[in-house]
């Protein structure tokens, strides 16, 4: 194996051109191997091979600077600098995470895992080099949908002023996770067919020089353009035509299916899965009624369709009401709120850790406007993801931006009341923060009125204590009731339902028989929920305890783990209470 | 007078070329008299004037769609449309606000006040109307340094998928605030010079047609143009070559100083102003000696050059050690997290409102990466400001971003240190919220080592009542403590310096001898310092008083009036604490 002999990277310039085909071969084998074991990224990192060889074997990293935007393609690069044990021995696999990761290696800049980001940290990196009287280049690798993100596009019209050696190589596989949209795309395909001659050049007019490869896996094509570019003294795109998924026909053929996946589908596509009813099929089923009703909704995403079940089939189907947006949040949430106040009915669906690329947009465009907007969060909640990927904060930032109606189902039956309700209203921006995990139906239809703001359900009356159990952790209230009756105390059970505001009229009540309040949400507790308790009663005798994560970025630490760190079991929460009850 | 008899846009049709010209000058004319009296924006008005009548000659507002940028260029538009009193009579120079503001007229749509919005907006309506089946025209209006803004990048590479009529104006008045850059403007300025003519045009590149006018103040040919476009079934963008301060010969040739204006200046311009200290000419003072003593300092901000006093002689003096990215605040802080992770001392200068464009790149490539930058945080604190540039949320934002050190000093002598302090460490991301309002000095150097975090300073040490009076609201707190004494209380004075903790170990000192503790800080409530305390007290005997704004966007509403609605005076927090004590 040549593989065998790559230790570092300058191990590269000992290889001739067929030693690094075959280098590339053996390189995709074990990703293909990998991620087939753990998953993860397959097509991005497929596609890439080639160009990371060229990359490690023109420039000369850690000196050379390469950062990789969203880094979800720098499996090969992990490879090359000193990292392949965790390709190569299953039982390493876990030992590097899927990202880039300065803690791994002096090769790796950055913890990135949002997309766009990677120009505009090269501008820094750059500029730091230029400040300091320092050479070296600086090599920012995007593409696979990332161009259209707004921070990447302030990026490409910094680099310009930079006047000194910046290289963005641009990724172009033709794809997002799903097919691209907007009007750069169509520049870009331009540029490939008229083999990058095309004056119309969107890179050009950013002020960059460009050069075009046609056959983006091809090392030797690489090589040469890359050495061409190094050293280069002023801002050059470097704009690779790549295969996504290249060397694996299923991956080639479906690129969106495999630009993430779940262990074995190598194995296991298009063999038929086990249906089960959830969230993402009650809200497919939602729009599509709407829209055969011929009502003016338009179901957005923002390059992610496939976390909402939003598949082609579905898409094609909606045909004129599906907008994909591309990797553009923040024109998503304004597009959402400019559709609302026209009249349309808008149903934005992103994930809890992406909806914070749209705060401002939350604030202005849609929160001051009031425009009745449904933003559905999907996989809010304390997890086992990696740091960059963490969905435990949307609370706090959405909960306290005035005028919002952010709310929390714990079952099917009050996620179909808050849709109808939300769908149906002219008052406010409305967002839900759809359950994680299993549904969890009570069979009940629910006929809540909730355009009766901040009502919370109080669930079982009891006494002492009042356990507030939010959207995911309401489940845990319930166990923590359970829990309490074996110490003899009969706890009130409240589903809370709103994160944006408190039930003063309810809370009071509790005054006359209870001495502790619980909280438990499924996110961070500074900002959060728990915390506009403790505010509420703070002028009280109530005791309360808030339950929730810490404020901390979290790294593939097992949710066990963190639920134990956090105090997050009944056995847990019912010795923190019992204590203060003492 | 031509504008007599304009009270609809509608009676400019009744107009020749000659009253339009008339017309506009006529307005210019009450624009400078009003803006001069009460402040305001005078050369972004001053040389819209004229497309403004155009549009409204050629387009049917309200039918169709017109959408400002920023929208602090609509006083012409105001003008023409049923508001013109509020520019012609001094006693109502006050009853219409700034920006665009639907509930006073139906050709608004849109409370709009940071950048970079409009073309989103513009595409929800455009997209609502084509999913309705209407027909009518809708048009962007967007210029004067927001094209460089993410969100508006966004939009027009979504524009060009909507495949149906969509008019941007491209306001090019060779302006931001203050100069522009960024490559985008390179290519503007090669589109100028060619006359429209240049196959590298950055809007075709994104999918639009194209029309260039290079008389932007010249009404005939705007009326031109704009009925060219007129009913496009496709994406088009008219670039128009404006002058900025059009009309007013000290803003054409002062445009930085005339973009937004006190009152007065039309006649104080170039006379000596009043010399005070203030934490500007600190921070300024503070680059100056880095820069002179070589250091690899960047001062950053993005396109408010003026808002922090960086005049463009510091500017120039400055030199490398200077960028102003334009409008892209995004990019800002990736870009300075790169400068501090590489070991160059970015300082990053913005705005409270505008922080908030900001809080992935917060989040994910600042803090995530912990890079020791600084960021100094203006204008946070409650204010009679417009909707749309309150500064009361900041701190519930920054503060509840792990990693994140934010702090709040309250005198002159406070800042220093913890300038020095943060530009000396590499372990945190550290913000500042520059105190507002005059500067306050003790006159005894802080001695503070702030890299013990979260370490409240104990002022005086009295009993029964603590006081924790945060940044700004410090000398309320003294005040606090003042009013106290007539009651007999001798209340104990904290000031917390830290936002983004909480000191454990006095706060648990507090319980021995105090019942009750307030908490004032200059800001809303929720998710902010307050909570935090009254979480930590949640299970103990302690009272909390969480004192600052709610929840809500205000709209020029007194700052008294707000004080009072707060319960934010002396007098009023010494009523609820007593209230408690009894």
Known sequence: MILDKINMPSDLRCLTVEDMKTLASEMREVIIKKVNTIGGHMGPNLGIVEATIAMHYVFSSPVDKFIFDVSHQCYPHKILTGRKEGFIDPDKYLKYTGYTAPEESEHDLFKIGHTSTSVSLACGVAKARDIKGEKHNVIALIGDGSLSGGEALEGLDNAATLGSNFIVIVNDNEMSIAENYGGLYDNLKLLRVTNGQAECNFFKTLGFDYLYVEEGNNVEKLIEAFSKVKDTTSPVVVHIHTEKGCGLELAEKNKEAFHWMVPGLVDNFGKPQAEYECYEAITKKFISDKVEKGEPVVAINAGTPGVFGFTKDFRQKLGKHYTDVGIAEEHAVAYASALAKCGAKPIFCVMSSFVQRTYDQMSQDLCLN??????????????????????????????????????????????????????????????????????????????????????????????????????????????????LKTQGIDATLINPKFITGVDSELLEDLKANHSVVVTLEDGMLDGGFGEKIARFYGNSDMKVLNFGGMKEFTDRVPIEELYERYHLTPELIVKDVTKILK
């Open 370 to 483: 009031n425009s009745p907007i449904t933003m559905l969060v999907h996989w809010g909640g304390l997890s086992g993801a990696d740091a960059t990927h963490l969905c435990s904060f949307d609370m706090s930032l959405i909960s306290n931006i005035p005028n919002m109606v952010y709310l929390a189902p714990t079952c099917k039956e009050e996620y179909q009341a808050m849709l109808e309700y939300s769908y149906n209203q002219n008052e406010h921006p409305v967002a839900i923060r759809v359950p994680a995990g299993m549904l969890v139906s009570t069979g009940e239809k629910d006929t809540t009125d909730y355009s009766q703001l901040n009502k919370f359900k109080l669930v079982e009356k009891g006494e002492k204590v009042a356990i507030l159990g939010l959207g995911n952790f309401f489940t845990l209230a319930k166990e923590v009731k359970e829990a």
